[in-house]
């Protein structure tokens, strides 16, 4: 059975950092990404990674967050720097059994537990 299990987040002052990590358990696909959810807006991805170790951001945390993978741990990460108000949502590692992942929430076949991220001006 596959498990996500994410720590990290929490409360930081624009410009603060803080790292997200996701612990993976059973067998997925080396495919994996971030998502994030603020109230009232729709799950959108904010980074991914695949097997070769190619990433992709959305624009609006290009240059400020870093997603990165220990296959030895199993685990995902993704760091972010010179965070702003408006990163605050709840952040969802996610990951597909078979490569390449989509965009789309709706393709993602497991999902962490979510960690709230609020950064305060």
């Known amino acids: 059975q596959v498990q996500l299990v994410q720590s990290g987040g929490g409360s930081v002052q624009a410009g603060g950092s803080l790292r997200l990590s996701c612990a993976v358990s059973?067998?997925?696909?080396?495919?994996m990404g971030w998502f994030r959810q603020a109230p009232g807006k729709e799950r959108e991805e904010v980074a991914t990674?695949?097997?070769?170790?190619?990433?992709t951001y959305a624009d609006s945390v290009k240059g400020r967050f870093t997603i990165s993978k220990d296959n030895a741990k199993d685990t995902l990460y993704l760091e972010m720097n010179n965070l702003k108000p408006e990163d605050t949502a709840m952040y969802y590692c996610?990951?597909?059994?078979?490569?390449?992942?989509?965009?789309?929430?709706?393709?993602?076949?497991?999902w962490g537990q979510g960690t709230q991220v609020t950064v305060s001006s």
């Open positions: 996610a990951a597909v059994r078979l490569c390449p992942m989509s965009s789309s929430p709706k393709s993602i076949d497991y």
């Open positions: 990674i695949n097997t070769i170790g190619f990433t």
């Open positions: 059973g067998y997925v696909s080396n495919c």
